[in-house]
């Protein structure tokens, strides 16, 4: 079970600790993955749209309205930038965060197998003979 947590976290950070029955930060993990995948993706797609008005703009153009294709291709992807820094930030956040959580289970799974090795290694005396 803690090895299906640690892979399901390091894929989409909270839905392992969704599958070890940790409601609470399970979804808050989840939730805020999905946030931080859409605010990177939305980075992405908005750069993606910049370069190909980049690439039409380039059509036969001289050097001087390739500078200034530039200079608008940077000054219009400072918010998406910006966007996409806040989208990692949160994807690292709930990425360290489920990890801890993994480590949390695996120490506890970890004393529930001592408490159990402990309890079978306890001898059991032998019966009383009562024919004495």
Known sequence: MKWVCLMAN???PGVGTL???????????????VIGFSLLGYCVYEF???LQNYSASMD???VDGMLGAVKQLSSGMMGPLVTG??????LKVMWIWAQV??????????AAEAQEAAA?????????????
């Open 10 to 12: 390091m894929t989409l």
């Open 120 to 132: 079978e290694s306890v001898e059991v005396p032998p019966p009383l003979d009562s024919s004495n």
């Open 19 to 33: 599958i070890c029955k940790r409601w609470v930060t399970g979804t808050i993990q989840s939730v805020g993955s």
């Open 60 to 62: 036969g153009e001289e």
């Open 101 to 110: 959580t993994t480590a949390q289970v695996f120490k506890a799974e970890k």
């Open 48 to 50: 993606y749209l910049a």
């Open 85 to 90: 820094a806040v989208g990692v930030i949160i």
